[in-house]
C-alpha cells in the first residue's frame, strides 16, 4: 500500500513508541516538546475515541475530511489486493497525509505488538516501549515475557531504544532484544518522575514524561528540543480521555487491570467530590472482574453498560458481571446508564474502554474530540 502511494514514510524522520499502557501519552508529550522546538510533527495515535481523523494530526491539526477521502480512494484498490485490516490502512494513510503536508518528523505510536505492527515498517530515529502488562494475550502470548519480546521489534541497529518498564526481569528481556539487533539500550530509572509542571494529572503521566524526557534527550543533536521546549511543550500538552475532568466528568480510557490501578491511584490523590458514580463499559475479554474490584471502593455507585461501538463478539455480559459483582447496577441501553448515572452524582467517571469514553462523549454536548 506504501508502494501505491510513493514510500512516504521515506519524506520523514520518526519515533516510534510501543507498550501496553502510556505510549499515548508519551507520544503525545514527544510531540508537543519538538513542536515547541518548531519542528512541524506528525502524530498518530490510537485508537480513536470518535472520528478516524483524531489519529492523525499535524502540528496538532487533524487530517481534513476531504484528504482522508482522497487517501482512502487512492489505497482502496491495494487494501482489497492484500486484505488490509483497518489499522494497516489508517497507518497508510497517516503517512501518506504527513508527508503531503510537510511534517519533517513523525511521532507514530505502536497499534499492537510491535515486531509484526503495521507501523514497523519506519526506520526512527529513536524507538521506545512504555510500560507492559497483559493484553492481548491471544495475538502476544500469555507471558509477560513473550509480550516484552514482541514489544522489542521495535528497537533498530544502531539507535537508541528506551526502555520504561520498571520490572528487572523484563528490562532483561528488552535490553536482550536490543543488544541482539545491535540497538542502543537506554533504561529510565525506576524512580525518575518529571518534575516540572504538567498538565496530564496522576504520578504515572509523571513517569511517562520522564520517559518521554528520556526520548527527546536521546535524539540526535540536530532534533533534540532545548530543556526549555520539553519543559514548555509538556506543561501544555493534553490528551483527551486520560482522567480528563469536564464539570463534574471525569472521563479515563484505562481498559487492563495496569490502566485500572493508574486510575484509582489517581482518583485518591485527587480526591474529586463526592458521591463519586462510576459509568463503566469493559471489553468481555478483558480482566474485567479483576478490574471492578479495583474501582469499587473508590466510589459510591457503580453503573455498568456495553457501549454502543464495542464489537459485538467482544461485548461482556452484563448478566454474568452482576452475579460476579454484588453491588453494581446493570443498565443495559447506554443512553439509560449515561442518564441515570448522572442521578445524586457531585462526580462522574467513565471508563472501562476507549468505545465507553467515546460513545460517552459522542453523546454529551460539547464533549466531541473533533468539532
Excluded: C
Aim: negative net charge; aromatic residues 6%; hydrophobic residues 45%.
Amino acid at each position: 500500500m506504501l508502494e501505491r502511494v510513493g514510500r512516504p514514510e521515506r519524506h520523514f524522520q520518526s519515533i516510534h513508541i510501543g507498550g501496553t499502557n502510556g505510549k499515548g501519552s508519551v507520544a503525545t508529550l514527544v510531540a508537543e516538546g519538538l513542536q515547541v522546538a518548531g519542528h512541524r510533527v506528525g502524530l498518530y495515535t490510537s485508537p480513536h475515541l470518535v472520528n478516524v481523523r483524531e489519529r492523525m494530526l499535524v502540528s496538532g491539526v487533524p487530517i481534513s475530511e476531504g484528504a482522508f477521502l482522497e487517501w482512502t480512494r487512492e489505497l482502496e484498490r491495494g487494501v482489497h489486493e492484500v486484505e488490509a485490516s483497518f489499522f494497516e490502512a489508517t497507518t497508510a494513510i497517516a503517512f501518506a497525509d504527513f508527508a503531503a503536508r510537510g511534517a519533517d518528523l513523525a511521532v507514530v505510536e505502536v497499534g499492537l505488538g510491535g515486531r509484526l505492527d503495521a507501523t514497523n515498517v519506519l526506520d526512527p530515529l529513536v524507538s521506545a516501549v512504555t510500560r507492559i502488562s497483559r493484553d492481548h494475550t491471544d495475538y502476544l502470548g500469555d507471558s509477560l515475557e513473550s509480550i516484552a519480546e514482541e514489544k522489542a521489534g521495535i528497537a533498530k541497529p544502531g539507535r537508541p531504544f528506551v526502555i520504561g518498564e520498571t520490572d528487572p526481569d523484563l528490562i532483561a528481556v528488552l535490553e536482550r532484544a536490543a543488544r541482539e539487533v545491535g540497538a542502543q539500550a537506554v533504561h529510565v530509572d525506576a524512580d525518575r518522575h518529571f518534575r516540572g509542571s504538567l498538565r496530564l494529572v496522576g504520578a504515572h503521566q509523571r513517569r511517562n514524561a520522564a520517559v518521554a524526557e528520556a526520548v527527546l534527550s536521546a535524539l540526535p543533536d540536530s532534533w533534540r528540543p532545548a530543556p526549555a521546549a520539553v519543559a514548555a511543550g509538556f506543561a501544555r500538552a493534553g490528551l483527551r480521555g486520560r482522567f480528563e475532568s469536564r464539570g463534574k466528568w471525569i472521563f479515563d480510557v484505562a481498559h487492563n487491570p495496569t490502566g485500572f490501578q493508574s486510575l484509582t491511584a489517581t482518583l485518591a490523590e485527587v480526591a474529586p467530590p463526592r458521591p463519586i458514580h462510576a459509568l463503566v463499559g469493559i471489553l468481555g475479554d478483558k480482566h474485567w472482574r479483576e478490574m471492578l474490584d479495583m474501582l469499587m471502593p473508590h466510589v459510591d455507585r457503580l453503573h455498568v453498560t456495553t457501549p454502543p461501538s464495542a464489537p459485538v463478539d467482544r461485548a461482556w455480559s452484563l448478566d454474568s458481571v452482576a452475579r460476579a459483582v454484588p453491588g453494581v447496577v446493570a443498565i443495559a441501553d447506554f443512553d439509560d446508564a449515561l442518564n441515570r448515572v448522572q442521578r445524586g452524582a457531585a462526580t462522574v467517571i467513565v471508563t472501562g474502554s476507549f468505545h465507553t469514553v467515546g460513545d460517552a462523549m459522542l453523546r454529551l454536548p460539547g464533549f466531541q474530540p473533533l468539532q
